[in-house]
């Protein structure tokens, strides 16, 4: 296992598009997060899973955005009619839970998306 | 409310020198303090993670300090080199509570000149 992958790494959409995002965890890590960052400023959470469970949406996350992690594995992040302002990278990380270092956190190389 | 300021926002060094990044926080109950780095256009890379009970940890040229009863952590990087320029970003975790128990800083953009 090499790490977090993530796809596509690059993606460009015009405004009223649906995007759809991929991550591939670690493969042993139950906990999988989405965090969404743009220039200049740090990673803003999203939403994360423990297992296929979503335990919690920021209200970041307008009714546009929906994440899923059907099997407990891979998570996919979908933005329905893009938006200008949506623009940014989006980062996957997954972890394990329980001991001293609860939580941390290996990150993909993110998804950068560009709408036009 | 559970807040991490780093400082300062942007770092400009010359190759070779040391400098010092800070980070403060106000999380509570706090679980471990963690810095990465993140080079542009990339995901972000853990450096170190300190629990309450570490007060300092090193990786390579990279030292970690951390102060739980004043809240605070530096990074301190030695003989910096120009692939050191990156943003640093310090998070803290909290026992319970919610974003997934991570509270982000905004980081420190460090630019190393030749």
């Known amino acids: 296992d090499t790490g977090v992958s993530q796809d596509p790494r690059h993606k460009i959409t015009k405004r009223g598009q649906n995007v759809t995002f991929r991550c591939d965890p670690i493969?042993?890590?139950?906990?999988l997060y989405w965090y969404r960052q743009t220039l200049g400023q740090g990673p803003e959470f999203l939403t994360y899973f423990q297992n296929e469970a979503q335990l919690e949406k920021s209200r970041l996350l307008s009714d546009r955005f929906s994440a899923e992690r059907p099997k407990g594995s891979f998570s996919t992040l979908e933005i329905q009619r893009t938006e200008q302002g949506d623009s940014a990278m989006y980062l996957c990380?997954?972890?394990?839970?329980?001991?001293?270092?609860?939580?941390?956190?290996?990150f993909g190389e993110g998804s950068r998306l560009t709408v036009l | 409310k559970n807040q991490v300021e780093q400082s300062p926002q942007s770092l400009i060094i010359l190759e070779g020198k040391n400098c010092t990044l800070q980070c403060n926080y106000t999380v509570s109950p706090f679980s471990n303090l963690r810095w990465y780095k993140q080079d542009t256009g990339r995901g972000p890379v853990s450096l170190t993670i300190?629990?309450?009970?570490?007060n300092t940890k090193s990786n390579g040229r990279y030292t970690a300090t951390l102060d739980a009863d004043t809240k605070q952590s530096s990074l301190h990087i030695t003989a910096s080199q120009l692939s050191d320029s990156a943003s640093y970003i310090c998070v803290v975790s909290l026992v319970g509570g919610s974003q997934g128990n991570l509270i982000f800083g905004k980081g420190t953009k460090l630019s190393v000149k030749p």
């Open positions: 493969s042993e890590h139950n906990r």
């Open positions: 990380a997954s972890s394990s839970s329980g001991g001293m270092y609860t939580g941390e956190l290996f």
């Open positions: 300190m629990t309450f009970s570490e």
